[in-house]
């Protein structure tokens, strides 16, 4: 299996790179958190779910030439998080969701809304992606606020997989880069 070039995206604070096999540690710090997993309503992950998390995540990358980027603090060069986006089926359309996750003790900082808003612009710039959405699970405010801090609107509500997600949306023609 052939990895891409490594897309970097540069913010004031952070470093985006495309998710790498040698990221699974540090992932794990935040998805072994369960301030973290209470937002999914599911246990913490082992290494074992974090090896699969990331590897599915890599296979995304190869089959649609975009994926989760693992975001890194330009101070310490710390992975703090992942954000990026993955294609997914939505009533029988294809749509990429441009998610974010990142370890709690650097919440509240505004790091998950400034990594949102480099992929939204790779997205729409350098992808041409016609729209993105955000699937955020009913109750996650903080979620809710960094999708509307990028310039998404509440579109309505989905059940997916057992759960009610808010729906978010955001079209290319309408973003306010």
């Given at each position: 299996m ?5 897309p ?26 369960p301030k973290v ?8 992950f ?8 990331v590897?599915r ?6 089959a ?12 310490d ?13 939505i009533?029988g ?5 441009l ?7 650097y ?9 949102a ?8 710039q ?21 999708a ?8 309505g509500?989905?059940?997916r997989?057992?759960y009610?997600?808010?729906q978010?949306?955001?079209?290319r023609?309408t973003?306010?880069?």
């Open positions: 052939t990895l891409l070039a490594t970097l995206l540069e913010t004031p604070r952070l470093r985006l790179q495309l998710m790498q096999p040698g990221d699974v540690d540090a992932l794990l710090c935040i998805f072994a958190d997993m209470a937002a999914f309503q599911t246990p913490p082992d290494r074992m779910q974090m090896t699969q998390w590897q995540n890599l296979n995304h990358q190869i649609h030439r975009y994926g989760l980027f693992s975001v890194i603090l330009n101070a060069s710390v992975l703090i998080g992942d954000c990026g986006l993955e294609l997914i089926d009533d359309t294809q749509v990429a969701e998610g974010y996750d990142f370890r709690s003790d919440w509240k900082q505004g790091y998950a809304t400034e990594a808003q480099a992929v939204r612009d790779y997205a729409f350098h992808l041409l992606l016609p729209c993105l959405i955000s699937l955020i699970r009913v109750g996650n405010m903080s979620s809710r606020r960094v509307e801090k990028i310039g998404m609107c509440c579109v509500e989905i059940r997989y057992g009610h997600y808010w978010y949306r955001l079209d023609e973003s306010t880069e």
